[in-house]
Structures are given as C-alpha cells and as structure tokens.
C-alpha cells in the first residue's frame, strides 16, 4: 500500500471535530475516488494527508497515516510535498499575477535546483491550451484553463501521490470529460497514484479502480468502483439515477429508511 | 529654468534611492502583509557599518560596500528568524507592536555603539563621476545615486522575473496556500524577503548617509519617508514603490528649491494625508482581478 490512513479523527480549533475515525488505503498506480455529500469530511481527510491542516489550525488527534512506510500525521506541507504527494486544492486557486508558464515554475518548488525545461514539455503534451496561453497572466484565464494549469502545475512536480480536490467544480460538461480523460492518462502513462474527491460521482467512477463513501466523517461504504456502479443505494443517493417508482421522499417511509441507514 | 533642470535631476536621483528603499518595505508587506516600523533602522544601520568599516576600519570603499550589504542581509535574516517567526498566525497588531519595539531597539544600540553625533564620510567618490550637460552639473553622490538606483532596480526587476526563488516569492504574495501545496518553502520566503529588505535599506541608507552625513535619528526619520513612498505607489506595488520614491524625491526637491528647506521634511507627509483621502489604495495599487 502506498497510503494508509488509519482510523484517524481530524479536529479543527481544538473542539470542531470533522473526522471521526476514517480509514483507507490506496494501492500505487491506482484511482482511488472519495465521494459523498457536502460537509462529509472529504477534503479535510486529503488535508489531513497533504499536511495542509495546519495552515487551518486543524489538527490529526488520532489514527496514524502511513505514507510509504513511514508515518506523515502532522508533519509539515514543506516535508510532505518533498515526499512527493501534492495537492490539487479545490477550487482552482491560481497565482493570478503571475503567467501561466510562472505558475507551472512554482511547481518546481520542492526540487528547484534541478532542470524543468523536460517536464515542461509534458505538461503542454497533456494540456496544449496552457502552450498556447503561456506569456497570459493566469488570472485572465477561463476556468476550464484554469483547472488544467492547476493540475498541470502540480504534476510540475513530479508527483508520486496527486490528491484531486473536485477538479469538475463549475466546469462545462465537455470540460469536464476532457479534463477526466487526462486523468486516466496521468495514471496510466505516468503511473501516478491519485485520489480523486468528487461531487460528480458518476464520472469519478468511471475513471477510479475503487472508491469510498463518506458521510459525517466516517466511510460508510466501500468497494471497486464496478460494484459501487451496481450498488442500489449508491445509485439512488448519489449517481441520482433512483428506480422511477420510488418517489424520493422522506415521506416514503420506505426510502426514509433506507437513506437514514447511510447517516 | 537651468535651476529647475537641476532641482529635477537632483530629485530623481533621490527619488530613486527612496524608491529602492520602500521596495524593501513592499517586498515585506506583499509577501507576509507585516508592516515594518523598524525600515528606518535598517537603513540607519546599514550606513553606520559601512562608516565603521570604512572610515574606522580603512577597508577599500568597494570590499566595505559589498560587506555592508551582506552584514545587511544576514541581520535582516535574523531578525525574521529570532523575531518574526514566532509570531507567524497571530494577529497583525501584534506583528506590528513588534517591528515598533524593534525599531526602538535598534535606535537605542546604535545610540549606544555610535552616539547620536552627525558623522560624515571621508570624500571618497572621484571627482570625475560628477557629470556636466550645459548649465547643469550633477555632482558625485547623485550621479552614483543613479548608477546604484538603476542598476539594483534592473538586478531586482530580472531576480523576480527569471529567477526560481523570485517567482516563489512572487506566489507567496499571490496566493499562500496554493503555494504551500505545492511544496513553497513560506517561511523561508518570508525570511528572505526580511534580508532582501535590509539589504536594500543599507543600499539607501549608505548613499543618504553620504548626502546628508549620518546621524541615528535623521536616517531613521528618513526610513519613515517610505509610508508617503509606498502609500503613493500602492502599498503592494514594487513598481509603484520605485516611482513613488521619484514623485517624493522631486516634491522634496522642488519644495526645497523654490519654497523653503524647512517644510521639504513635511511636504511628503502632507501628499500622504492627501493621497490617502483620494485615492486609498495609492496611484499605481493593483488592480485586483476578479475572476474564478
């Protein structure tokens, strides 16, 4: 396993407390996709493992995370980053004042001192729009352009682990699928391990090998991401595809039921 | 007409090292938003070791020049490690309390190590640097004012465009958590910056020094021009913080020239007051782009 996190509990301010014992693990090579509803605990957990709590004054109290054989809970983003695992924050959160070709340079932060000219190139091979904007400032950008530089900024880095926050946020649907099939392809031709947070259920299991369900910081489900397809529950609650005789409501005692089984 | 070319390339060649000096203060201020009362100081103390080196310590002017601002650089790093550091997350007043008392602190050792005497520097520039177009001459000091304006302000303006460092340093203003995600080093650019900023104090505090002779309390006064500097230029400009320092430079000058030396010192602080009801975010502010 190249990431284990085991039962750890996240509490922010010394009394908020948004994790409560979650576990998961993550093979090398694989997509492993985090779903649930708003306020589950998905991006805390990816904090939590890219070190970035702490800027939040939150804190890993319990549990332990085990990156590589060695344990990660509460070390710095500084160190974390040099360990390979970067994070793709939610939100695309760009340097605006800075051009695009400047805002891929950053991503060289965690090993500076050597060549990027390489890796450059393979960023614009995977996001040709960025080559074309290159000299633009990226605060002129539009968000589909701005969800690739982000992306294509973290795996300046050369990462070993790449944690996704909800990269389909506000984006076109055609975006969004085109933005997807790139991360198949970072996977499978980098052979870069990723962890996708996803309110796009739906196309976060088209791409994963496996996934796990979160509600009120806990997993309550898991599974390969075939089996979630199939799951009745998974397709009612978040791929919104509910059989059409149930009427959705918690009125229908029965779907009350089987809803409140999830919370 | 001949006094007013002379007053305008007098002002600019002040202008130019008060503009280097608040890019200092900028530099803090864009990448860690900490207001520095002790700049003054720094650029107080850049002056007295570049005296102590070289009119006590007989070193040559260029070895002095280049040590003084090493000294500078490393006591700039020190004072973000030992002071600054710590407080990393609190509120910004007390940040701000801090560089206050800091600056008196360095007031009161520099008292203690050079007394509060006016000290002036042995006559070492050539007499062949001071030029002569028509009626106008510039003298020595002014024309090495603008030989070391120009040329750190082009060193700095590539470090930020090119280098690795720069464009890190130049993230963390941006935007700190996205830079810290991808693995920045904060709080060494916040270090940096510190020694950057001292660095360019001791530049001005040096060539000032040499202008009007060197005394803890005057360079110091002269280290709080950079409010009226930056507040002119946009506090988060380094470009409007060169310019502003050339805008004061001339105001000075031209206030000295035709009005009175007297009010030359306060005439920067009325523009401050004024500016500040105009235009609050300063002429050349950025304009914040806002799109998601």
């Known amino acids: ?263 | 007409m001949e006094f007013f070319l002379q007053l305008m390339v007098n002002g600019v060649c002040i202008g130019l090292i008060y503009g280097i000096s608040a890019m200092g203060f900028v530099m803090i201020f864009k990448a860690s938003s900490v207001i520095n009362f002790a700049h003054g100081e720094l650029l107080a103390a850049g002056a007295f070791f570049f005296f102590t080196l070289t009119a006590w310590g007989g070193l040559p002017v260029y070895a002095a020049f280049i040590l003084t601002l090493a000294a500078s650089f490393i006591l700039g790093f020190i004072v973000e490690r030992l002071f600054l550091r710590p407080l990393i997350g609190e509120p910004l007043i007390e940040v701000i309390m801090l560089t206050i008392g800091l600056s008196s602190m360095f007031k009161g050792m520099m008292l203690l190590l050079w007394g509060g005497n006016l000290y002036t520097f042995p006559d070492f520039l050539p007499e062949s640097l001071s030029l002569r177009f028509g009626a106008i001459t510039i003298p020595p000091v002014y024309t090495g004012a603008l030989i070391i304006g120009a040329f750190f302000l082009a060193l700095f303006g590539l470090f930020f465009k090119y280098s690795s460092q720069g464009i890190f340093m130049r993230s963390v203003a941006d935007n700190q958590t996205a830079a810290l995600s991808l693995g920045v080093h904060v709080k060494r650019v916040f270090a940096l910056s510190w020694g950057i900023a001292a660095l360019v104090a001791a530049i001005s505090g040096i060539v000032l020094g040499i202008i009007n002779g060197i005394n803890v309390h005057e360079l110091s006064s002269i280290g709080l021009k950079v409010f009226p500097v930056v507040i002119l230029g946009g506090l988060d400009s380094i470009t409007g913080a060169v310019i502003g320092g050339i805008l004061i430079g001339l105001l000075e000058t031209f206030t000295g020239g035709y009005l009175s030396t007297s009010l030359k010192d306060v005439i920067p602080f009325i523009v401050l007051v004024i500016v500040l009801l105009i235009k609050p975010y300063g002429l050349f502010g950025l304009v914040e782009i806002e799109r998601v």
């Open chain 1, 1 to 263: 396993m190249l990431l284990e996190i085991n039962n750890i509990s996240v509490v922010y301010a010394d009394v908020l407390q948004v994790l409560k014992g979650v576990s998961l693990s993550v093979e090398e090579g694989r997509v492993v996709s985090l779903l649930g509803s708003n306020g589950a605990g998905k991006t805390t957990t990816l904090k939590a493992v890219s070190g970035l709590l702490k800027p939040e004054n939150g804190k890993v109290t319990d549990g332990t995370i085990v990156y590589d054989g060695c344990p990660i809970h509460n070390l710095s983003p500084e160190e974390i980053t040099r360990k390979g695992i970067i994070q793709v924050l939610e939100g695309r959160q760009p340097f605006k004042y800075l051009t695009v070709e400047e805002n891929l340079r950053v991503g060289t932060a965690t090993r500076w001192t050597q060549p990027y000219q390489e890796d450059l190139e393979l960023v614009y091979r995977y996001f040709p729009v960025l080559l074309k904007r290159r000299k633009s400032l990226a605060g002129y950008c539009s968000g589909g352009e701005l969800q690739m530089l982000v992306m294509g900024r973290a795996l300046m880095a050369r990462p070993r682990l790449l944690l996704l926050d909800e990269p389909s946020l506000g984006l076109a649907p055609l975006v969004v699928r085109e933005i997807f099939q790139i991360i198949e392809r970072i996977n499978e031709e980098q052979g870069t391990t990723i962890v996708l947070v996803e309110q796009n259920s739906k196309m976060a299991l088209q791409i994963a090998h496996y996934g796990y369900v979160m509600e009120n910081g806990k997993i309550v489900m898991e599974g390969t991401a075939e089996d979630l397809r199939k799951n009745p529950d998974i397709k009612e609650f978040y791929l919104g595809m509910g059989s059409a005789e149930t009427i959705r409501s918690y009125r229908n005692v029965k779907s009350y039921r089987r809803r409140k089984r999830w919370l």
